[in-house]
Structures are given as structure tokens and as C-alpha cells.
């Protein structure tokens, strides 16, 4: 009969695995998730965005967690805010480019 070994020994590829899994996928997304977050909650009137639906319009007004987005010269539409996939420009930015001209 053989003599068993430490049983912590066999779990110890398990533990290994995980924190692979933990630092290569968990983390990074928890924290690309924490960026988009802190982004939807900066949105200002006069950023432009692109929604997840691939449209891209220009902040207009904002009414709690709705967002009033200008997509064409007419065409206003009320988006939630967590439609929003990304920030494309800030409204500052546009500001101080048409103030440096």
C-alpha cells in the first residue's frame, strides 16, 4: 500500500487555476466595468456618445437616469443611460476648441 500524500498538495493546481482565471478575466473586467460606470455617471449636456445600439449623438439635456440625445438636426430621442457604450468627446472639449478659434 502506498503512503498518501498531503491532501493540500492535490488541491493545490485547483488554487493555481483560479487565481489564473481570477487575474487574466475577473479582475480586468470588474474593472472595466468600475471605469464604465464612473463614465456613465460624468455624462454631461454637450458630450458626444455612442449608444449601444451604434448611434452616435450629442448630449442635449438629462432628466435623472434618462439622457435627451440629439442624433440629427430634428431628431431628439430619450435614451436610458445605461445605453450608453462610450464616450466619444466631452462637451468641455468642444468648448475650448471653439474658444481657441
Request: glycine share 8%; hydrophobic share 45%; proline share 4%.
Amino acid at each position: 500500500m502506498q503512503p498518501q500524500g498531503n491532501p493540500l498538495i492535490s488541491l493545490l493546481p485547483i488554487v493555481a487555476i483560479f487565481l489564473i482565471f481570477y487575474f487574466l478575466l475577473i479582475r480586468p473586467q470588474q474593472k472595466q466595468q468600475k471605469a464604465h460606470e464612473k463614465m456613465l455617471e460624468a455624462l454631461k449636456k454637450g458630450d458626444k456618445i455612442l449608444t449601444n445600439g451604434g448611434f452616435y449623438g450629442t448630449i442635449v439635456g438629462i432628466k435623472g437616469t434618462d439622457l435627451e440625445v440629439r442624433f440629427a438636426e430634428n431628431v431628439k430621442l430619450t435614451v436610458a443611460r445605461s445605453a450608453v457604450a462610450k464616450l466619444i468627446s466631452s462637451g468641455s472639449e468642444d468648448e475650448a476648441e471653439l474658444a481657441s478659434k
